[in-house]
Structures are given as C-alpha cells and as structure tokens.
Nanobody
Framework: VQLQASGGGLVQAGGSLRLSCVVS????????MGWYRQAPGKQRELVAS???????NYADSVKGRFTISRDYAKNAVYLQMNRLKPEDTAVYYC?????????WGQGTLVTVSS
C-alpha cells in the first residue's frame, strides 16, 4: 500500500486549499482514512478522519472550516480547507488504517501567510 499526497502550498489567510491523498494497493480491511498535521516544534495531531462507514471526526480547531471526504472509486481522501489561518501552517500527512496496520503518506506543506 502506498499513499501519494498532494495539494499543499502557500496561501494567504482566509484562503482555501484542497489536499488529496490517493492510495494504491488493496483496500481490504480498511477502517479509516485521515489527515494529520505537524507544525514546527509541535507533535503531530489529528486534523480529520473518516471511517469506512463514512463517520467523520474533526479537531475542534478546524470544525466548520475543513471538510474531509472520500472517493471510493479512486481510493482517495480529500481535505478541503477553507478560511485558513496562519496557525494552520504545518506539514499535513494522510494516514490509512487497516485492521492489522496503518500507513502514512509523505507530507505536504501548507503555509498560511498573515
């Protein structure tokens, strides 16, 4: 299983970005897909996740601004980020969890300027 994340970049505060993560390989046993982020000097934290049944979960700091979605046909998970703030600046990682292990994608940098 391999994950390919994309969509990061530089954006002004108040702007939007859409992150994409495409998963190659078998999706058998998938339990959830999600996005995490790690800002400089901070621990990696959950941003949003979506279960195999479609249940979503968001960090309080992004509720109402970010939306996670999944395309079953493309084996992809997306993160629509609106009303971005400078504190959203971080490297964003996608993660897929299966019943027996999990996989991380490479990070994609999101920089929000004030």
């Amino acid at each position: 299983v391999q994950l390919q994340a994309s969509g990061g970049g530089l954006v002004q505060a108040g702007g939007s970005l859409r992150l994409s993560c495409v998963v190659s390989g078998s999706m058998f046993g998938l339990t959830s897909m999600g996005w995490y982020r790690q800002a400089p000097g901070k621990q990696r934290e959950l941003v949003a996740s979506i279960s195999s049944g479609g249940t979503t979960n968001y960090a309080d700091s992004v509720k109402g601004r970010f939306t996670i979605s999944r395309d079953y046909a493309k084996n992809a998970v997306y993160l629509q980020m609106n009303r971005l703030k400078p504190e959203d600046t971080a490297v964003y990682y996608c993660k897929v969890e299966f019943t027996w292990r999990h996989y991380w994608g490479q990070g994609t940098l999101v920089t929000v300027s004030s």
